[in-house]
Each structure stands twice: as structure tokens, then as C-alpha cells.
Nanobody
Framework: QVQLVESGGDLVQAGGSLRLSCTAS????????MGWYRQTPGKQRELVAS???????NYADSVKGRFTISRDNAKNTVYLQMNSLKPEDTAVHYC????????????????WGQGTQVTVSS
């Protein structure tokens, strides 16, 4: 059984910063790409940022220059540093990861965290 547990969501004023963390635990043989998505009511979940095992990063245009994704492979943890927050960043933020739960090299499955609320007031 694999779990992704997020933390760090909070209420913050516009212009402020938050750091989200997500740690994977359980029977893990390897983790590939990790990422953060967000969702607001009535809208589809959208990619915020992702990072590969070798550190290649991808960002949504709306967060480029403000958010930074990083990971600690030894701790099975991914972070999202969010600076210069705007009210439009308000959303439930979800951690996502491709995780290998058996020794088979091609047995990666996709997992989601439970979500953490980020609220930015104007």
C-alpha cells in the first residue's frame, strides 16, 4: 500500500509565500515523475509543476517565475515553493507520483495525495 501525504496548505495574503510538501510511503521500489496539480470547484484538475527523477522541471505558464518544484529522492518527498502568491492561485493542491511497488522495472502506477487547501486573500 502506497500513500502520498501532503502538508503546507494555508491561508495567506496576496504576495505571500507557502511551501507545500508531499511524502510517499509504503512499499516503494522506485519513484519516477512527481508533480503538483490544483483544482477549483467546477474546473478540471490542472498541472502546476512536475519534476523527473533527474531534475527536469515543467511548469504551468501561470506559475513560471513564481513557483519552484524540487524533490529529495532519499526522502521520497517533493516540494513546491510558492512565492508572490495571487488570489487566482487559490485551489486544492494535489501531489501526484508514478511509483513502482514491485521489483519489476516497468510496474509504475499513478498515485494521488488527498489534497491540501491553498487560499490566497486579496
Amino acid at each position: 500500500q502506497v500513500q502520498l501525504v501532503e502538508s503546507g496548505g494555508d491561508l495567506v495574503q496576496a504576495g505571500g509565500s507557502l511551501r507545500l510538501s508531499c511524502t510517499a510511503s509504503g512499499s516503494i521500489f522506485g519513484i519516477s515523475t512527481m508533480g503538483w496539480y490544483r483544482q477549483t470547484p467546477g474546473k478540471q484538475r490542472e498541472l502546476v509543476a512536475s519534476i523527473t527523477t533527474t531534475g527536469i522541471r515543467n511548469y504551468a505558464d501561470s506559475v513560471k517565475g513564481r513557483f519552484t518544484i524540487s524533490r529529495d529522492n532519499a526522502k521520497n518527498t517533493v516540494y513546491l515553493q510558492m512565492n508572490s502568491l495571487k488570489p487566482e492561485d487559490t485551489a486544492v493542491h494535489y501531489c501526484n507520483a508514478w511509483i513502482r511497488t514491485t521489483p519489476a522495472l516497468d510496474s509504475f502506477y499513478n498515485y494521488w495525495g488527498q489534497g491540501t487547501q491553498v487560499t490566497v486573500s486579496s
